[in-house]
């Protein structure tokens, strides 16, 4: 069963677009929620990450918004660009790498 | 700087063997993981180490050991193989084991026959 519910599973954007990519979590203990990068044939890579106790945080073009009420989180990419055509697996733990627990997954392709 | 290191990076084995993955990192960093990634699952944790001589298990441990004799090793073993252990498996590690982000290795594509 898997604690992080991860949606879409693809998606398809135009050049300068804003994929959006949602998750959903249910244990309330979670309090650390970052997001990887993940290439073809690459290991992921920590894009961004989030504590409970902000809202929303923004790196570059990249944004996390976050709901504690509702147990959801997501990530916005603004002006999307071909190379962000990538993976995404957005995260959740109890403040401890250990019971880190990934969603399944978004695969982005952002088209010319 | 390399990082971390995983070999191999693609093994076919027959069920039954035994097969270890090794797993090498050079940052010093105090905490290691292994995770094996499936299609539709994500990324699910397999063992981790907070330090040199300490081991865990995490949310998938069955079939697997580990052991970490030094800060820079932490090598992954499967005692004897089945196919559903097919999979892309992933070693991290970190600085500290708490809210610190997780550096990957390239990954060793594991297939079991």
């Known amino acids: 069963q898997q604690q992080v519910k991860q949606s879409p599973q693809s998606l398809i954007v135009q050049k300068g677009g804003i994929p959006i990519i949602n998750c959903a979590y249910e244990?309330?203990?979670?309090?650390?929620f970052p997001w990887y990068q993940q290439f073809p044939g690459k290991g992921p890579a920590l894009l961004i990450a989030?504590?409970?106790?902000?809202s929303e945080k923004k790196e570059g073009r990249f944004t996390i918004s976050f709901n504690k009420s509702a147990k959801q989180f997501s990530l916005h990419i603004m002006d999307s660009q071909p190379g962000d055509s990538a993976t995404y697996f957005c995260a959740a733990s109890r403040g401890n790498n250990n019971d880190m627990r990934f969603g399944a997954g978004t695969r982005l392709t952002v088209k010319p | 700087i390399a990082g971390i290191t995983q070999a191999p990076t693609s093994q076919i084995l027959a069920a039954g063997r035994r097969m270890t993955l090794r797993c090498t990192q050079d940052?010093?960093?105090?905490?290691m993981y292994w995770y094996r990634q499936d299609l539709g699952l994500g990324l699910r944790l397999i063992h981790y180490s907070n330090t040199a001589g300490t081991t865990g298990k995490g949310e998938v441990p069955d079939g697997y050991s580990v052991s970490r004799a030094n800060t820079d090793d932490f090598p992954l073993t499967l005692a004897s193989a089945v196919p559903s252990q097919t999979s892309v498996y992933f070693c991290a590690s970190s600085v500290l084991a708490g809210y610190n982000e997780q550096f990957f290795g390239p990954g060793t594509r594991l297939t079991v026959l």
């Open positions: 989030i504590r409970p106790d902000v």
């Open positions: 940052m010093r960093h105090n905490a």
């Open positions: 244990n309330t203990a979670f309090d650390y």
